[in-house]
């Protein structure tokens, strides 16, 4: 089983007077990239949140989005800072007392001052919230887990269909390079035999000049090579896990042979078999940055 990493995720938990709801979208990314965006109340999860997530998802830019929602009738209360009044009180008979100025502090003067009254949230038991919110994570997680699977089989249909075309175009360059050499054979030994005239040709000589000749064509190593790659590439496709990065190697691995094949070929034929091998890599490689 493969995953793609293109995958969404919702899901909503409600209950104790709270309801969380969890979104969440992945896509490509060469490493595990999570940006969360929740409320400040919740901020203190937010390790967690991570922790949770790395156990649904390897790879992928991922994006979260937690919204919270307390419908309990008491949500807020206020709080007295008894000894921040007490410094503003202090701090002001001080100045009263240097410049000679009149004392005429309030209560309700004072109130004003900041931080002498604040907002509270009301206490909540972390633990219970903390349960309600995981469930809320796992539930998107294992949603976007499910159409990220989801896609993995679909990319893993396509991926196979192309790597057997791959197979079809090596199997025609590894039909066709032996004949390079008997075709280049018999083009050379016409060639001698007429600026030759009626001279017999030297064998030894015309063979010397074609076995340097199929040394440099030979590709039979590369073949090898990019058929073991493209084997590979099946095998793990069918094992799955997280493999996009070993599959991504191993098309780099298959282009390389590819090249190699190009820069050897002086056979028109081979030539445009082996871009249109370059291609299907390519188009690999494309799908391949799609796996986690």
Not at 169 to 182: A, G, M, W, Y
């Amino acid at each position: 089983m493969i995953k793609s990493m293109t995958g969404f995720g919702r899901c909503e938990i409600t209950g104790n007077n709270r309801k969380f709801t969890v979104e969440m979208k992945a896509v490509n990314h060469r490493y595990l990239d999570v940006n969360i965006k929740m409320p400040k109340a919740l901020n203190f999860f937010e390790s967690a949140v991570r922790s949770e997530l790395k156990k649904y998802i390897c790879r992928g830019k991922v994006d979260l989005f937690i919204s919270y929602e307390d419908f309990s009738e008491k949500t807020s209360s206020v709080r007295y800072n008894r000894e921040i009044a007490e410094e503003y009180l202090g701090y002001l008979r001080q100045m009263a007392e240097e410049f000679g100025l009149e004392d005429d502090i309030c209560v309700s003067a004072l109130s004003k001052y900041p931080e002498v009254f604040t907002m509270e949230d009301a206490g909540a038991d972390e633990e219970e919230l903390w349960k309600e919110l995981q469930e809320a994570v796992r539930g998107a997680a294992e949603m976007c887990v499910k159409t990220r699977i989801e896609e993995g089989e679909h990319l893993k249909e396509d991926l196979v269909q192309k790597l057997d075309g791959m197979l079809e175009l090596v199997d025609f360059i590894t039909e066709r390079s032996p004949k390079i050499v008997q075709e280049y054979r018999a083009r050379l030994k016409e060639k001698v035999r007429e600026l030759l005239d009626e001279t017999a040709v030297d064998e030894s000589r015309l063979l010397m000049e074609v076995t340097v000749f199929a040394d440099k064509v030979c590709v039979d190593e590369e073949i090898v090579r990019l058929r073991s790659h493209i084997e590979t590439t099946k095998n793990t496709l069918t094992e799955g896990g997280s493999i996009g990065r070993k599959l991504d190697f191993i098309a780099q691995e298959m282009n390389r042979e590819a090249n190699t094949i190009l820069s050897k070929s002086n056979d028109l034929e081979i030539s445009n078999c082996g871009i249109e091998l370059k291609t299907e890599i390519e188009k690999v490689r494309e799908q391949i940055q799609n796996i986690e």
